[in-house]
């Protein structure tokens, strides 16, 4: 008994009316769809002559194939009906291999089964079938559905099989019956693909092993209990929540995937591919719960064996006629072709058959001539395009659900930033709280390749490409807090920097393999700013906080004495000093130190100060030692100080680091293959952006957007605009000076508060006040600025509007004469 068998068939009045019923919405449905893949242009203009019109081979072919359907249908009657002969957007029946043609393409991401089945899933969108449990009455050909990018699970697989034929697959469509899930493209069971990918690192055997945490037997024992009392109930809540209910039509759900047989392209296992998803299956899958019939592109075989038990115990060898009928006794089978080929290219081939496949087509004179070899040629080809291959999704973009996750494709640069994929996880089944947040990126400048956020931790991970400069970040990874930033690097940088950690006005820099044998570096900041020109229209987080403590600390240098090995510098800039640490002595439980007191710089009142041995001051740990000379002392100032300026230079440099990293857009580049395009799209944002800027288009719409204007509306229009502009700068003018006075008035207040409070302040308070002394200095200073450029360029503002609307051509006509 065979699978189909399961269905019950009925032949009363009523079904039968009921189905004619169905037949003709369904042939209006057809001529609907078909028009609307191009609304404008009709069918007969829209598609060849081919698909219009059978030619007399094949009605004869058809004939063959009717003939066969009744008398499967006499000898088969609890069978369902074959899908052999539908209707394609023309509203013509086609037999269905008809629809087959091996596409051959020039792109190699289809030269593979992967790639073309990447390609497929990715670029359609799935229509379901009108009714689940019976096969289509229409099938559209594969250019159809490449202009369509909608597809049901036939035609995926009609498109997927001529990719596939085109790169010499021995490859059939499969009609067929799946489980539920499948048919609907329902991933929300599944594991996300992209989740599997993760590198897992080994454990090496060699690492330092950890204290062994001391814990009562019998309370973790006690905890184990409770867990595992707890976790039975858990689990069959969620099962009970988010078990799906049984399939009433489990084993009648129609599902059509692809068939690759073995003994093509070096492929040395059957296997099943289903084109809604792209994935591959084993022929004994239990998704796949039975299979009616197989094509290609020379001939149809229809399914004799028993599925009852599924797809497991079936025998894909199509020569068998026991096993397979076919529709076209005449017809030359794949297997034929390949071993014709094999007898004249010789032994010496077969091991290279995967190249052979390549002249497969031109090695087909035909072992047994029948009218359906002849008609192949006269289909087009289904092959996709470059622009198809670029915008990979439908719109551009695809979002799809998982357990606990949900996968956004994007089309390259269809995002400014380069995203292309992002992935989200959840904690929960009902994915309402956000786990981890993972982005990949193309084409940008940076070289960024994937960014990884963790909502639990708070943390960023990002990860670069071989290429980036080495002022930027090889690799990093940013814990983010209330109040810390922290960042690590991977790759070498040329500074060895390994780790930055960044809070509210600190930062600390790690080191490692640096020839000086620094290995950490703290700042302190002083958020009391000097006012300069460059950084006067500087926001507050752009500005460059002004160094206040420097310390760095150096690892032990072998090949210098301790006492004059330096461990500690420590830059006191506020105070104008210096404290150097050296280096512990054997046997010493102490190490020598000093300090230096920087002498002033000359000014225009005053000389510089002369250096004096009282700016030295330092214990020594060995009395018997001689001290050093004042020259010598000098010395080691004159470096420290140079060293001093070297630091903060390289402390400015972290600080645009990681403003630029953090801030700055970053520009995609252009590959060759996209670029002709992606300059196209840019030029028309270019050209509605500057439609959006143009300064008439409010005004005209007031008009009615006339095309064109008379005198007295010119000059009114005129008029307006330029009392609208001034008005603006008026208003501008006001808000700068409104800004002003309020932070001029807030500073007041907190002076008279401090008078009143000096007296009883803590250190903390008075550091507070300063801060925010500050702070209000640099505002007041900077709306100051903004309101006297204001007035100097606001009448300049004015004259070149005006000057610009009379060069407007809608205008200028009327406002010349």
């Not at 496949?357 to 070899?373: A, K, L, M, T």
């Amino acid at each position: 008994r065979l699978f189909g068998s399961r269905t019950v068939k009925s032949n009363s009045e009523a079904e039968r009316h009921e189905k004619r019923r169905m037949m003709t919405e369904l042939l209006t449905s057809v001529w609907v769809k078909s028009q609307c893949l191009c609304p404008q242009i009709t069918i007969n203009d829209l598609c060849p002559e081919s698909y219009r019109v059978n030619s007399p081979d094949e009605i004869r072919l058809l004939a063959i194939v009717e003939n066969f359907q009744l008398q499967y249908s006499h000898l088969c009657p609890e069978r369902k009906p074959l899908l052999l002969c539908p209707v394609n957007e023309c509203g013509v029946k086609k037999f269905v291999s008809m629809t087959l043609r091996p596409a051959p393409t020039a792109s190699t991401e289809l030269f593979t089964w992967e790639g073309c089945a990447s390609f497929v899933a990715d670029f359609l969108s799935l229509d379901l079938l009108e009714s689940p449990v019976d096969v289509p009455r229409y099938l559209f050909s594969s250019t159809s559905v490449l202009q369509a990018q909608r597809a049901t699970c036939f035609e995926f697989a009609t498109l997927l099989c001529s990719l596939l034929l085109g790169a010499h697959y021995d490859a059939y469509c499969v009609s067929g019956y799946a489980v539920k899930e499948m048919c609907l493209l329902d991933q929300s069971l599944q594991e996300c693909p992209l989740l599997d990918t993760e590198v897992k690192v080994g454990e090496n055997k060699y690492t330092v092993k950890p204290l062994k945490e001391l814990k009562s037997n019998f309370v973790t024992q006690q905890q184990k209990k409770k867990q595992d009392a707890a976790l039975p109930q858990k689990q069959k809540l969620n099962q009970v929540k988010f078990k799906r209910p049984a399939d009433l039509l489990r084993g009648l759900r129609v599902h059509c995937w692809v068939l690759v047989l073995s003994g093509s392209r070096s492929i040395r296992e059957n296997f099943f591919i289903d084109p809604l998803t792209g994935n591959s299956y084993r022929t004994d899958d239990d998704n796949f719960l039975g299979i009616e019939s197989v094509w290609n592109n020379l001939n149809y075989y229809v399914n004799m064996q028993d599925c009852s038990s599924g797809c497991a115990d079936m025998v894909y060898d199509l020569e068998d006629l026991k096993m397979w009928e076919p529709v076209l006794f005449s017809a030359t089978s794949k297997k034929q072709l390949i071993l014709e080929v094999a007898k004249k290219r010789g032994s010496k081939l077969m091991s290279r058959i995967s190249c052979d496949e390549e002249n497969i087509d031109q090695c087909q004179s035909p072992i047994r001539q029948s009218p359906y070899q002849t008609q192949t040629c006269r289909l087009l080809l289904a092959s996709p395009s470059a622009s198809d291959l670029e915008n990979c999704w439908p719109g551009g973009q695809k979002v799809i659900r998982y357990r606990k996750a949900k996968l956004e494709k994007f089309g390259p640069y269809l995002k400014p930033d380069g995203l292309v994929t992002r992935l989200t996880t959840y904690k929960d089944l009902d994915c309402t709280e956000v786990f981890t947040v993972k982005e990949w990126y193309q084409h940008r400048n940076d070289h960024l390749e994937r960014r990884e956020v963790n909502k639990i931790d708070n943390s960023t991970t990002e990860r670069f490409s071989r290429g980036r400069l080495m002022v930027y970040l090889c690799r990093s990874v940013h814990r983010y807090t209330d109040t810390q930033r922290e960042t690590e690097f991977s790759c070498a940088r040329v500074d060895n920097l390994v780790r930055r950690v960044e809070s509210p006005g600190e930062m600390t820099e790690l080191f490692e393999g640096r020839d000086d044998f620094l290995y950490i570096r703290h700042v302190t900041f002083d958020r009391r700013v000097e006012f300069s020109e460059p950084d006067m229209d500087a926001g507050p987080d752009e500005r460059p906080l002004q160094v206040k403590i420097l310390v760095e600390r150096f690892h032990r240098n072998k090949s210098k004495p301790a006492n004059e090995d330096v461990a500690e510098r420590v830059f006191l800039l506020a105070e104008r000093r210096i404290e150097v640490t050296y280096h512990l002595e054997d046997h010493r439980f102490i190490p020598s130190k000093r300090s230096f007191i920087k002498p002033r710089e000359s000014t225009e009142k005053k000389k510089a100060e002369d250096f004096t041995p009282d700016m030295v001051s330092g214990f020594q740990v060995d009395p018997s030692e001689k001290p050093p000379n004042t020259l010598i002392l000098y010395g080691l100032l004159v470096n420290l100080m140079k060293d001093e300026d070297t630091v903060v230079h390289q402390i400015r440099g972290s600080q645009k680091e990681v403003t630029t990293s953090s801030v700055s857009p970053v520009p995609l580049h252009r590959s060759d293959i996209y670029g002709t395009r992606a300059c196209e799209r840019t030029e028309d944002q270019r050209w509605l952006q500057e439609k959006e800027k143009d300064i008439l288009a409010p005004l005209l719409i007031r008009l009615g957007n006339a095309e064109t204007l008379s005198a007295e509306d010119a000059k009114q229009l005129h008029q307006d605009c330029l009392a609208e502009f001034k008005q603006r700068l008026v208003e501008h003018a006001n808000l700068i000076q409104e800004r002003y006075e309020k932070e001029t008035q807030e500073l007041q207040e907190k002076q008279q508060w401090y008078q009143k409070n000096q007296l009883n302040m803590t250190k903390q308070q008075e550091e507070e006040y300063q801060n925010f002394c500050s702070e209000k200095t640099l505002q007041i200073h900077v709306a100051k600025k903004r309101l006297r450029m204001h007035k100097e360029t606001a009448p300049q503002k004015y004259r070149v509007l005006d000057q610009k609307l009379k060069r407007d051509p809608r205008l200028s006509p009327h406002l010349l004469g």
